[in-house]
Structure formats: C-alpha cells, structure tokens
C-alpha cells in the first residue's frame, strides 16, 4: 500500500475547543480604517488589528485599510493595532465611532545600539541560540486550531494566472502526537478569479504553486524540531556560516525587541538566507523574520525538485528559474504562548519558451496567510476530522463584504476585486463526540490485549496445521453491503490435534463448520474460532474443513493506521463499484481463514458472485464465468502460486479490459482494467506496463508469478494485491502526458510483487520488508527513466517526511500494525539506499537482492533471516546498522570537532549511536568536491586536510541518511 496515498485519505483525531461550528459569531460589530505612518502619512501595510487580550483578529492590506469584524461579546474590551517598528495603539472599542477611522501610528523608539548590547557580553548570536533554547516553553506545543485567510496571486508579466482568497480551518496537531504532524487544514469559503487557460493549460499549471498555504503555514512553524533539516538557520552547525550581529533593542512602549541582522559570512558558500530577525527581549520569542535567499539559495531552489521541473519542462516545452525569493512571518502573544499571526512569501522567476516566443518572462508569486483566531484544544470534546473538500455555492452571486459574512479577512485592493469570481462554500458540519468514544486500538501507546495475542501469535492450535489450499465461494449483495458464501480450507497436519483456531471476525456470522460431511462444534473468542475435530489428525495427512459464513463486512476506518475492509462505492457513471482492502486488519474481516502471515495457502479459488452487467476481478487468471438464475454471474479466479491471506481480493464494477503480451526469454500476458470514461488515460498507464517491467526485473529478478499472468487495474484504493495490482483512481481534469503522480504510485504497487508478496514478512511486525523496498524502487524508477542525479534528488526529498516517532520494526506475536507507520515506508528505503552505498559495491547489491528472490521465492521471512542473509553474502556482520535503524527512533549522529592551524584543517569525528559499537563507514570531503570514507566508531578519530577550511568539509548526507553535529572545539 503507498504511504503518501493513505495520508492523503487519512482521518485524524484531535481534541477541540466546545462548539459548532468552532469559530461561527451569533452577532459582530465592523471597524473599518486605515493605518498610516504618523511622521509621514504613508500607509503601514500588515500591521495586526486586534482586540487586547483575544486571539481574534486581522491584518490591514498594502495600502493599510482594514475591516476587522469582532463578535459583540467584546464590545467592552479595547482595539489593538500594532506591527514591529511602531508603537501600539490601542482605544476602547465601546469608544469607537461609527466611521472609517484614521490610526496614526509613532515609530518605535531605538533604546540601545549594538555598541550597549555588546556592553551586556551578548553578541547576536548569544540572543538567537538563547531563543531557540526558549522555543518549547514559548510556543504552542500542543494541538490547537486556527482560522487563518489565504491569499494567492500569481502573475507571467500582466498575465494574471491565479488569483484565490479563502478563509481556511487549520487544525495543528501536538508536535508530541503519535499521528500525523501535517496540519489538517479545511477550505470554509474560497473566491477565485475565473481565468481561461484552456488555450495553454499544461505550461500555467506548471506555473502554479502547490500547497500554498499548507507550505506557508509549514514554514511559519517555529515549534520544537524545527532546527531537524540540515540546511535550517535553526540547526546549530549552520550558525558558522553567517553574521548574526544586532542592530538595536526597539521599544512599541510594551514590550522591547532585538533586532538582529542575518547575512553570510566572507568568502562562505554555505548561506543560504539573509535578512532580519526580531526578538522579544523579556521572554526571547522570535516575534518576527524577515528573511530572503541568497543567491546560494537561489542556486538551491533551483536545484530542489528537478525530477519534477525536469518532467515539467519536456511536457510544456518551457523552462523555469527562480531569481528572487523573500518570506517574512510574524508571531503574536496569546495567553502566554505564541502564535503564527501572518506568513507572507514572494517568489519571482524568468520563464523562457521557444515555442511561444518567451525570453526571461518575469514570473512572481505573492501568497499570504494571516491568523484571524485561535482555538486552544480542550480533552472534554472529540472532533473526528475529515480531509475536506470543497463544495460549490448554490447562492447567487454576491458582493464581496456579503460572500465572506462575519469572516474576517485582508481587505483586497480595487484590482483584486475585478473580475469573475468562482465561489465555493463547505457546508461540511463537523460532528464533536465525548472523550468516552474515542477510537481505540491497539499500538505501543494503548496497549495490547488478549484479542490482539489470538490475531498475532502462532499457538499450537495454529502451528499444528499448514494451510495448501482455500476454496474461496462467496456471493455478494450490493444493495445490502452483504456476503454470504463458503471457505473449503485444506490443511496438512504438522503435529497431531484435534482442535484448531481459524479466524473471522466476530461481526460475521457462522452457520457451519463441515468435515468430512458432518457438522463439528466450534466457540469463538473475539475473532478467533475454535474448532474440535472428532478425531486426532494423523501427521503429514491431508484434511480439510468447509466453513459456511455471512455478514455484512466490515468497511475501513481511515482514522486507524492500516484498518481495512470493503469500499462501497460508485463510479461516475452512476454504477456500483467495490473493493476488498484488508492489509492490515486481515483477510479474516471478510472470510474465515488462518489469518496469520507466516502461512500462505499453496493455491486458492476465489468464485464471486455479482449482478449480472458487472464483473469481478480477483487474483490469478479467470477460469470460468457462469450466468446463475436470478440475473447473477460468478466469475472464478484462480491463483497457482502461494499468496498471503490479504492478498486475496475482489473488484466489483464495470471496466474496460485491455490485453498484451510482455514477451522475453518467456511471455507474461498483461491484463488491465480501467473505468471506461478514464480509457484513453488508461492507455498512457497501460503502455508504460512493460518498460517498469523491465526495470523490477533487471533490479531484482524474473516475474515471479508467470503462470497467473499480470493484472494491473483501476481501484477505490491502490493496493499491491498479488498478480491483481490496483492504483487507485485517476485523478479528474487533463492529465500530464508523464503521469508521474499515477506511475509513481503504480510502481510502488507493481514493486510488491517481489517484495510484499514473492516475499512476504512472517510477521506483520516486519512489514518494512515490504513498504521499504518498495519505496526504494520508486528510486530505481527514476534513476531508469531520468538518470542517478534525479535518483540522487528524490532520495533526498523522502528525508523531511521521516517522522522518526516509533521504531520502524513493530511488536510481535500482536499483529502490531496500528500506529504511525510512515517510517517503515521513507526511512525504510534511506536505509536500504544508504547500506547500498555503506556496501559501495553495486554488483554486490545486485546478487544480494536478487539472491533474496531467488533463495526466498514464494516464502516468509523475518528481519533476522534478512540480516543473516546480507551478513552472509557479505561476509562482514552489519547487524548493528539495521539494528539502529530499524529498532531505534533517532538516526545515528556523526559528531564533528574543528580545528586548524595555518592552512591544515584537522576533523575529530565520532559516532553517537543507540546500538552499542555502531561503526559505519562514511563519506566525507577529504578534498575539496571529492568524497571518499572515513571510519567512524564510538570512539574519537581525527583526519588531517591541508589546503581546506570547515566551511569546506562535507559529509554526504543525500546518500547517507544520517545526523550530523559540530561541536565546539
């Protein structure tokens, strides 16, 4: 299953303050006015309008006019407006009158200079590492909600591309959750400019940022963990490369604040930003940066994301670089912590196309995200989150003031306000449940429970038998969301018994178990079934049980990691279309089998009866359809090789089907299936089938499931069902002629056939083995498709989505697979990337991998039969490198120490490691642009370098996925 698609789709749990809505008014008073520079008149754009004491608020515009809507309630509190440089203004709201006001604001005052700083014995540099010191107990750790107004404005020359303001829901989880750490952000009211780009719409989508306000929002972020990315300002061993010197302590007659200037140091080409940052002298919060690219990182920009810039470019013909970024972001106090008030960012850049005549067209992108409320969270109220989308207004068109109501938002210029709009309006109610209904479910955190023993651990009652075959007979009814059907489950006997546990889910009903003809006794324990025999099974005889089963299956709740079961749904044409999805909660959510990984049948029959007019797509080729009384069709599947309970799938709908051959030293036939109104976008998908082929085989070996062919389909959810891969829905609108969102989901799918399913993990605790790999080869993709650099670039971009909350291996014998699972899907392939280039033998690498396929084909296996393994071919014991990545959270550091004399740089290094005698090679600049390895242990070790500086030396860390620290010398 891909970790990004189950993000996208994920429901999240947080704690909220009482109410519904959560922000709504019942009644408002409006201020309206202008906020002017008392010396000279000019407007003061930006400055905070608020009320003292409150979290609500807004922010005037360019030309410094506001209108600043405040719920009755607060009629008796007073107005606030202040902005850094200036003093606060402040006047009784009761006091108001009812007219545009004029608010004249004097300029702070400058109490000391950088002279009397220095007197005090801090330097610029003191106050900005006693500020991040100050960070956890500063800001908001804890989760709590926003509303925030988003505006996006992006123009090619008077072009205008985009223009949208909306008023947003930001939902932001405790930085100590175990879930997600993304903001989950929901669109309240949203206007857009309606802008025709039909005539050209690939090249404008290429010029339209993604995620705007989600990346603004990220970026203004400045709770703990912010310092984690190596090229942050925050991270303590980039302070070297800059100037941090302080220009004055200003005063707004409230509070009093450093203003320290940023920029890089002489001869240094490590900087990446310059500007100003603002710091509260009494509780040494940053109140505000002002913050630009140098052009190193204008060069870095540049650079970031070039696979897709790359696909972009081809597909429009067209070429993009930036030449200008600048952000600033503001924090304002509330009840003692503090908040993002505003983020506003300015990107520019030339664009050049032949094809359409274009030379260095100035491209610019203006967004801005201002804070109008903040909700604390309180435990007393639950709100279970959807990921929200927006729903078109079924009002007429209305005045600008009436669309947004009593949301506050940043007043528009007269030019914004030309045009057509495109109004959009969630009505999306959000439901709040007592503490008491809270989701529970088994994890490190919760605990684990008799229940999760009997689904996870093989007892004798389960290691007694082993499964060969499963004759899978079910009949579905749609209408009802019901089944009904029968399991033959035939079984060699291990060690002689006469009583063995199957599961199926406790919601499903039994009406029989069958052996031999007659009926057996049986009891059941949550979703455990126990059954007697009336007889010792004889060793190594074959024997098999018929189980005789319905209910209504259970569906996913996408608020619990990995929690699966059947999708009910519709295509857009209005006809059924379903879906069984069961990684995870087991295959036992839907049909009676022994629901542990480490036995996969031999072979199984999967026969699924439907409406008659649509048909079924299962597992392993399709040996017969017959028409059945009642208007009815069964559609039976076969599977050949062994496979893993949830594997075991069906798709009910109406497709389109599409045929070929992958002809090699032998021939695969190719079956696909689509939506009929998504074929022509199937095709571009289905001819690229045999070149991903090509490239899972030359990295780890032949198909492994020749004789059941390869089915690659359109689905409610991508999942990596065995020789029945689906990838989940087309997206809607004009698709790129890359695909590369669709093909990199595809292949991370295909991929599991070698890892997942050739081989699969013994227990769901090893899952890794499956996600890892197959995250890997979206790698190996990209390094087929558009060479090593991209490949380099994209391994590098899976490292700022490592969470590194829980260690990637799970708990055993507990079916552990309900918790934030995300590492096991981007850290676990940095791992893999750097033992490969820890192993610095790439024809090695090679037989390893395909010496796993070959020598665990169609088998189980645990993390320690991998590492054994690697250990093996290696012959070099690497137990500790997967033992600290795997089984720990936090990556293994490299600490550095400097020092230098005349022209000789010496390195003192070491590792710091969870696992004892951590040891692994490195590579580093032992001259300047060229890396080769050191040998860090736990223990100091120092190297010398004539003829280079600190700002010099390197560690690889794209390759190397690592921590790295410089300590003082």
């Known amino acids: 299953m891909s970790n990004s698609f189950k993000f996208i789709i994920a429901l999240y749990t947080f704690t909220v303050f009482l109410g519904n809505p959560v922000f709504a008014q019942e009644s408002y008073l409006t201020i309206s006015g202008k906020i002017i520079d008392k010396e000279t008149s000019q407007p003061v754009p930006f400055a905070n309008v608020g009320v003292s004491g409150k979290s609500i608020g807004t922010v005037s515009n360019q030309q410094g006019e506001f209108i600043f809507k405040i719920p009755s309630a607060y009629k008796q509190d007073s107005l606030k407006v202040s902005i850094v440089g200036y003093q606060s203004y402040t006047k009784a709201i009761i006091n108001i009158p009812d007219k545009f006001l004029i608010i004249p604001l ?94 050209d719409l690939r090249f404008y989508l290429m010029l339209t940022l993604g995620s705007g306000a989600r990346n603004s929002l990220r970026s203004g972020d400045f709770r703990p963990n912010a310092a984690k990315h190596k090229r942050s300002i925050l991270n303590s061993r980039n302070f070297k490369h800059y100037d941090f010197k302080v220009n004055s302590i200003i005063s707004d007659g ?30 040494l ?73 274009m030379e260095n067209a100035k491209w610019q992108t203006d967004l801005l995200v201002a804070v109008t409320d903040i909700k604390r969270m309180q435990d007393s109220v639950m709100v279970k989150e959807i990921v929200y989308t927006s729903h078109d207004s079924l009002s007429q068109k209305v005045k600008n003031d009436e669309f947004w109501g009593d949301l506050n938002i940043i007043q528009s210029a007269a030019s914004d306000t030309s045009g057509i709009f495109e109004e959009k309006v969630d009505t999306t109610q959000i439901k709040a449940t007592s503490k008491s209904t809270q989701l529970k479910y088994s994890n490190r955190d919760n605990g684990f429970t008799r229940a999760d023993t009997l689904r996870g651990k093989l007892t004798p009652l389960r290691t007694c038998y082993d499964v060969t075959f499963y004759d899978l007979d079910v009949k579905v009814d749609i209408d009802n969301k019901f089944i009904s059907g029968s399991n033959i489950i035939r079984y060699q006997v291990m060690e002689p018994f006469t009583k063995l546990q199957v599961d199926l889910y406790a919601n499903m009903q039994i009406h029989k178990v069958l052996y031999k003809g007659k009926e057996l006794p049986y009891t059941r324990e949550f979703n455990a079934v126990f059954i007697d025999l009336p007889e010792k099974q004889a060793v190594n005889s074959q024997q098999e049980i018929k189980i005789e089963y319905s209910g209504k299956p259970q569906e996913p709740n996408f608020a619990i990691p990995m929690n699966g079961g059947f999708l009910w749904s519709k295509d857009k044409d209005g006809n059924p279309w379903v879906q069984a999805v069961c990684q995870g909660s087991g295959a036992s959510l839907w049909f009676p089998n022994k629901d542990h990984l480490s036995d996969e049948p031999d072979s199984v029959r999967i026969a699924v009866t439907v409406p008659t007019g649509l048909m079924n797509i299962s597992n392993g080729r399709l040996r017969k359809t017959t028409k059945l009384p009642g208007n009815q069709t069964r559609y039976e599947w076969f599977v050949s090789y062994p496979i893993n309970n949830y594997n075991v799938t069906l798709n009910i709908g109406k497709y389109a089907h599409l045929q070929d051959l992958y002809i090699t030293t032998d021939t695969l036939t190719i079956d696909f299936y ?60 004009d698709l790129l002629d890359s695909l590369q969102a669709p093909m990199g989901l595809v292949l991370h799918e295909v991929a599991h056939e070698w890892w997942g399913n050739n081989i699969s993990c013994k227990d769901i605790a090893d899952m890794w083995i499956h996600e890892a790999f197959a995250t890997y080869s979206e790698g190996l993709q990209v390094k087929a498709s558009f060479g090593e650099q991209m490949e380099l670039d994209y391994m590098e971009s899976l490292q700022e989505k490592v969470g590194g909350k829980e260690p990637i291996i799970g708990v055993y014998d507990v079916n552990h697979i309900h918790y934030d699972i995300g590492d096991m899907y981007e850290k676990g392939a940095l791992m893999l990337y750097t033992f490969r280039h820890v192993l610095n ?75 004892k005698d951590f040891r692994m090679p490195v590579k580093v600049t032992k001259a300047k642009d060229k890396f080769d390895f050191i040998y860090p242990t736990s223990t100091w070790k120092t190297i010398t370098l004539p003829n280079m500086t600190s700002d010099e030396f390197e560690v690889d860390e794209t390759r190397f996925f690592i921590h790295v620290e410089e300590e003082e010398q």
């Not at 002279?115 to 801090?122: E, F, I, Y």
């Not at 989760?143 to 925030?148: I, K, P, R, T």
């Not at 989880?173 to 879930?179: C, D, I, L």
């Not at 509070?255 to 509780?283: C, F, H, R, T």
């Open 285 to 357: 919060a940053f109140t505000k940066w002002e913050l630009e690219y140098t052009q190193k990182g204008l060069d870095m920009e540049n650079s970031r994301n070039a696979l897709l810039k790359s696909v972009m470019g081809m597909v429009t013909k067209s070429s993009i670089k930036f030449t200008d970024f600048k952000e600033s972001y503001r924090m304002d106090q509330y009840q003692g912590k503090w908040y993002l008030k505003d983020v506003q960012r300015h990107f520019e850049a030339r664009v050049n196309s032949k094809s359409r005549n």
């Open 841 to 915: 033998d790439d024809v090695l690498w090679s037989d390893i991998l395909k010496g796993l396929q070959r020598d665990f084909r169609y088998k189980t296996i645990t993390t320690d039969d991998f590492v054994k393994y690697i250990n093996s071919k290696t012959k070099t014991d690497y137990s500790y490198f997967f033992d600290q990545y795997l089984k720990n959270t936090s990556l293994p550091t490299l600490v550095l120490k400097y020092s230098i004399k005349g022209e000789i740089l010496t390195v003192s290094y070491k590792w710091v490691a969870d696992v």
């Open 254 to 283: 409230e509070q009093k604040i450093y203003v320290i200037q940023l920029g890089p140091k002489k001869k240094n080409g490590k900087a990446y930003l310059q500007g100003k940052m603002y710091v509260d002298v009494e509780s």
């Open 106 to 199: 004097q300029v702070a005052t400058i109490e000391l200079n950088e002279v009397q700083v220095k007197a005090k014995g801090k330097t610029g540099l003191d106050i900005f590492k006693e500020a991040i010191a100050a960070m956890p107990s500063n800001y908001d750790t804890s989760a709590f909600q926003m509303m925030a107004f988003y505006r996006e404005d992006t123009r090619l020359e008077d072009f205008q591309i985009t223009f949208v303001e909306s008023v947003l829901e930001v939902n932001r989880p405790s930085v100590a959750t175990s879930e997600s750490s993304n903001d989950q952000i929901k669109t309240i009211k949203e206007r857009r400019k309606k802008i025709d780009h039909s005539k």
């Open 674 to 733: 689509v939506m009929p109104y998504n074929l022509e976008k199937g095709k571009v998908i289905f001819d690229r089938i045999k070149p991903m082929l090509a490239m899972l085989e030359n990295a780890y070996g032949k198909y492994p499931f020749p004789r059941d062919g390869f089915t690659l389909m359109e689905s409610l959810y991508p999942m990596e069902h065995q020789s029945a891969v689906s990838f989940g829905k087309l997206p809607d609108g």
